[in-house]
């Protein structure tokens, strides 16, 4: 509770305090403060023109920082929050254009840890906060993952141990919403889902109807609509390449990649599952979890990518992940990560 008090001063005093949520660390500002927001983008040397998440605490702390707040937001809130799920809607005057990217939307997020809850009431009620990573790096998963990207740049990592979910949260679009004259909502498009996450399109739809999915996320060259999924993120050192087909297929095809290799004086890593582990030879053999344990593999994969880095692979080939019921997520991220590099066998 210490802990929590003293990262609450900092906040309060304009700083910058890395904590944990459910999803991944975030590094944290007073969402409300443009200088405190813009120390965020100097520590992780992010684009200025992608936005951050505002995490609040209660529902009712929408009020104050969404021009008007869509039926929509009410079902999904009772169904998902606290939770991985973030909401974009039109914002109100006090939230500043460096916390939103220069956009006149904003992303708010209720996350599902007693530290980040404990925090976000006890520093005013919202803070800002992207993954608490250099950009480009994989989010971290682990306080250790904080410190090896900004220790130094941040005067306090607030440990949580390993994070529950392991990959970002799934963004919905509500700013598709508006009133009219008679206070009634009209939708310009449907709601789309802007980053896949834990939870599904089709979890989102059971709870409000349609909802699409963005078309910036299938098509590499489109231009996707949260600004963050523009950049090559979660980019391990080494080239990657993703290989999709047969279980059997695909061991064949790694391991004669990791022989060429081996003979060009290469090392090689793959990215595999506990049921494929033992059939692999390679020089660095990771395990992300086990396909009979979907959640597992969500939780490990960023580390597993950190590791390849440290570890000094050339090549890295993963295994596909698409048949999971996270694969759309965990896909979304290994994409972004192998630059969309797929071999079919
Ligand atoms: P991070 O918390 O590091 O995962 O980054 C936040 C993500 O939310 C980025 O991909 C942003 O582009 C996205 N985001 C934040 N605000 C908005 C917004 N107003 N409209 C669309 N995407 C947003
Ligand atoms: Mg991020």
Redesign the pocket.
């Known amino acids: 509770m210490l802990q929590i008090r003293n990262a609450a001063d900092i906040l309060k005093g304009g700083g910058l305090v890395a904590f944990p949520t459910e999803t991944v660390y975030g590094l944290g500002a007073d969402a409300l403060r443009p200088e405190a927001a813009k120390k965020i983008y100097a520590a992780k040397g992010r684009p200025s023109d992608?936005?951050?998440?505002i995490h609040i605490a209660e529902f009712e702390a929408l009020f104050r920082i969404v021009k008007e707040i869509p039926p929509q937001a009410r079902l999904l809130a009772d169904a998902f929050w606290p939770g991985p799920l973030?909401m974009?809607f039109q914002k109100s005057e006090i939230v500043p254009y460096e916390t939103?990217?220069g956009?006149d939307?904003?992303?708010v997020r209720m996350p599902d840890h007693p530290a980040a809850l404990a925090l976000i009431r006890e520093s005013g009620g919202y803070i800002a906060?992207?993954?608490a990573n250099t950009s480009g790096r994989p989010s971290p998963t682990l306080a250790e993952h904080v410190a090896e990207d900004l220790d130094g740049r941040i005067p306090l990592i607030l440990d949580g141990g390993a994070v529950g979910i392991g990959i970002?949260s799934t963004?919905i679009?509500l700013s598709c919403m508006s009133k009219t004259a008679d206070g009634e909502w009209i939708a310009d498009e449907i709601p789309l889902v802007?980053?896949p996450g834990y939870i599904t399109r089709e979890m989102l739809a059971e709870v409000i109807g349609t909802v699409g999915d963005d078309p910036g996320l299938a098509d590499e060259n489109a231009h996707p609509?949260?600004?963050?999924?523009k950049y090559r993120h979660y980019a391990p050192k080494a080239e990657m390449i993703i290989v999709s087909g047969e279980r059997e297929d695909v061991i064949r095809r790694i391991n004669e990649l990791a022989e060429e290799n081996c003979q060009r004086g290469e090392k090689t890593g793959v990215i595999c599952t506990e049921e494929t582990k033992e059939q692999y030879r390679a020089d660095f053999i990771r395990s992300t979890g086990s396909r009979s344990d979907e959640g597992s593999i969500a939780r490990h994969l960023y580390a597993v990518l950190r590791e390849m880095d440290t570890l000094g692979a050339d090549r890295i080939y993963s295994e596909n992940f698409s048949a999971l019921r996270i694969g759309n997520a965990v896909m979304n991220r290994l994409l972004k990560a192998a630059g969309h590099h797929v071999v079919e066998v």
Request: aromatic share 0%; hydrophobic share 45%.
């Open positions: 992608n936005p951050l998440i973030t974009i939103t990217g956009l939307t904003v992303a906060a992207p993954s970002e963004i679009d802007l980053r609509k949260a600004p963050g999924m």
